[in-house]
């Protein structure tokens, strides 16, 4: 059998090769080939989330060639990206490249090219003085901002999230199931939980690795505020106004929920373990068994965003007017009071001093109980996105292309 098949294959093999036009010529591999990369150079080093530059040419016999097609590969990422050129991000560590080039049916490769991607992340100091300090991370947009129980600052940025300590950026790296960070917590044991813009659920990270808490659709889309109470349970407000706590592996709802917080926002608890938590439909206390919808003025007090004083004020931001409700009494601030209040204010937070600092359009407005100021905003986009005062009542902020803090106010 096998002579019967040696003379099968050996008779087409003769069909085919007697069957090829004459004028075909098969291009012969040139021996003299060079693959030269001209960026990046060996032995470079990158910062994370810097884009790196991919070129390089083709030369036979000492000839500068035009090619087919080039492909680049890492033996850490596998394939990088298709063509010349081109700007691409690495992930963090020591990656061996080869750029692949295809010309007339041959693929010629370069040396392995070693680029070292650091987990840092480069920013520009744009003001820097004893009251003010103001940076960038270009072309990273930003989206809130904390500060974890050591006072290191914390960034949700588009391209996940930022972490400043002993005077440098870093960036936390894990497999997450949405690099746009919108909502940044904090427990008492330091562990970071996020929260994402339009994708359901939570992740932690706790003793440098992520666990993520998946949520079921049906109690909501993306998470829009997270608080801890005093038994470190985690609670979260969801965009579809859902109020549901996470306890023991599960996430727990509340049927007797009043009514559906559209766009909730500031849920925190307080000192005696009272939830409160505001949205565009009204405010709320929880006492973990009867929920209150706050009034004001004979109707439901509704804010874009909410806060409580050292001293039990409670303050809420809504259509352009502050409202304060206090032990002595009710009180609505409009732009006859503060000519700042013509600005869109959608954030909230008090200091140590209990003073109130209210996020604008047009910077960060400062509020003692009598006198209203605007802080001084040097940069053009001034649009606050999130506010955090730290143990050392620094005032950090960032805006959507900007961050920083005030030392001293």
């Known amino acids: 059998m096998s002579k019967i098949l040696s003379f099968l294959l050996l008779t087409m093999m003769h069909f085919i090769i007697s069957g090829c036009h004459d004028d075909v010529v098969v291009p012969v591999r040139p021996t003299d080939v060079i693959v030269k990369v001209i960026s990046p150079k060996m032995n470079t080093e990158h910062l994370n989330s810097e884009e790196i530059l991919f070129e390089a040419e083709l030369y036979i016999n000492n000839k500068l060639e035009p090619f087919n097609s080039i492909t680049w590969v890492s033996n850490i990422s596998g394939p990088i990206l298709k063509g010349n050129k081109l700007r691409k991000e690495l992930e963090v560590g020591d990656h061996l490249v080869v750029c692949n080039i295809e010309k007339d049916n041959y693929v010629y490769s370069s040396e392995k090219i070693k680029v070292i991607v650091k987990n840092q992340t480069k920013i520009d100091t744009l003001w820097n003085s004893s009251d003010l300090e103001i940076f960038r991370f270009k072309d990273i947009p930003n989206y809130t901002i904390n500060v974890d129980n050591n006072d290191n600052v914390l960034l949700g940025t588009k391209k996940g999230l930022l972490r400043y300590e002993n005077n440098t950026w870093h960036q936390y790296l894990g497999v997450l199931p949405n690099p746009l960070v919108g909502i940044i917590a904090v427990d008492a044991s330091n562990d970071i939980y996020i929260g994402y813009v339009f994708v359901n659920g939570i992740s932690r990270l706790k003793e440098g690795r992520w666990e993520t808490f998946d949520m079921d659709d049906s109690l909501g889309g993306d998470v829009h505020s997270i608080t801890f109470d005093i038994d470190g349970n985690l609670w979260v407000a ?172």
Not at 301 to 323: F, P
Not at 331 to 343: A, H, K, L, Q, W
């Open 238 to 409: 969801t965009s579809y106004g859902n109020i549901i706590k996470y306890q023991s592996g599960n996430w727990i709802e509340f049927a007797n929920q009043p009514i559906k917080f559209h766009h909730p926002h500031s849920l925190f608890f307080d000192d005696n373990q009272i939830l409160w938590g505001g949205s565009e439909d009204g405010c709320f206390k929880f006492d973990g068994y009867n929920w209150e919808l706050l009034q004001f003025n004979n109707g439901l007090l509704k804010s874009w965003a909410l806060a409580l004083g050292s001293d039990g004020t409670i303050w809420s931001l809504y259509q352009h007017k502050l409202y304060e409700i206090s032990s002595t009494g009710t009180r609505i601030y409009t732009n006859t009071d503060c000519e700042y209040f013509g600005f869109d204010s959608y954030h909230l937070a008090v200091d140590l001093n209990n003073n109130l600092l209210i996020g604008s359009r047009n910077g960060i407005i400062k509020f003692n109980g009598t006198n209203f100021e605007l802080l001084n905003l040097p940069m053009d986009d001034k649009a606050i996105y999130d506010i955090k005062v730290d143990s050392q009542n620094r005032i950090w902020f960032c805006t959507k292309n900007y961050f920083g803090v005030y030392k001293n106010h």
